[in-house]
């Protein structure tokens, strides 16, 4: 992951003001960056997203594919999920830099979207057994800029609602023979519901204190950070601990509550924000992940 090197005078300060609820650029603990978030932004995809969350670029493309419905789980379709840690992010990405990172964070994904809950699979299902709907979702790590996690969740959210498949009649012949018919209309399509789709809030572990929404400097002061996955509802899905250091059980039900309370607020703005953007139709101004 992208890191930064801080002297121990610039921790302390860091560390300091995190202990008075002031951070170096002038939030609470509790408080996001300004979140910028476009939605339709590559042509080609069925959905797409760009998330900018400080110095942090997510893009997010979704591509609706037909496949066979898993063997497990004959009458829905499924997600897969593939990350992209651009060399152009940081310099720790060159070569293979960024391929253990890229797998840790598809895995945190499926992890998230692993429960009936979070997104109605059946609504993919075209002929159990026989077709369903892929959702490819390819996340591409523009910039890195701390806070990678939520980013990501917020952009895949989006994505996932901006997303359209096409609608699709089964026609079954008098041999039994069935036949796929995709309609010509364009605005004849299926939409998920992403009410329930999660965002992870990751909190991080400073001094005795924990913030949201951490910078790369705010990172480096940081041993153990707690990603916890919230519903709109404040339902927590999953959790994860990462890095070397230790949580104290006490610790860990004070960054589930503030992950739950964090995670409400944030779902309530993304939602606003998607629904009010979809309302201006095609007469929005689009920026485009290049501008």
Not at 48 to 59: F, M
Not at 85 to 112: H, K, M, Q, V, W
Request: hydrophobic share 35%.
């Amino acid at each position: 992951m992208a890191s930064v090197a801080l002297s121990e005078a610039e921790k302390v300060y860091i560390v300091h003001g995190v202990q008075e609820d002031l951070r170096v650029d002038g939030r609470g603990c509790e408080d996001y960056r300004c979140v910028e978030v476009e939605t339709d932004v590559v042509s080609n995809t069925s959905g797409s997203a760009r998330v900018k969350l400080g110095h942090t670029d997510i893009l997010v493309g979704v591509k609706a594919e037909m496949g066979t419905p898993k063997l497990e789980k004959p009458n829905e379709g499924y997600l897969e999920f593939f990350v992209d840690c651009s060399a152009s992010a940081t310099p720790e990405f060159e070569g293979r830099g960024g391929d253990d990172l890229g797998t840790e964070i598809a895995n945190t994904l499926y992890r998230i979207f692993n429960n009936k809950s979070s997104v109605d699979l059946k609504t993919l299902c075209i002929s159990p057994r026989e077709h369903c709907w892929v959702l490819y979702v390819d996340v591409l790590l523009l910039e890195c800029g701390g806070n990678l996690f939520d980013a990501i969740s917020i952009a895949v959210k989006a994505a996932l609602f901006n997303t359209r498949i096409p609608r699709v009649r089964v026609l079954e012949d008098e041999e039994g023979s069935k036949d796929i018919e995709l309609s010509d209309d364009p605005y004849d399509c299926i939409r998920l519901s992403v009410e329930n789709v999660p965002c992870i809030v990751t909190l991080c572990k400073i001094g005795c204190r924990h913030v949201v929404d951490a910078t790369l400097q705010e990172e480096a002061c940081s041993l153990a950070s707690l990603l916890v996955s919230v519903t709109s509802k404040g339902v927590v899905t999953c959790m994860r601990k990462v890095g070397k250091g230790s949580l104290d059980p006490e610790s860990i039900f004070e960054m589930m509550e503030t992950g739950k309370r964090v995670g409400k607020v944030l779902h309530a703005s993304l939602q606003s924000v998607l629904h009010k953007e979809e309302s201006l139709g095609p007469k929005r101004q689009k920026v485009g992940f290049l501008g």
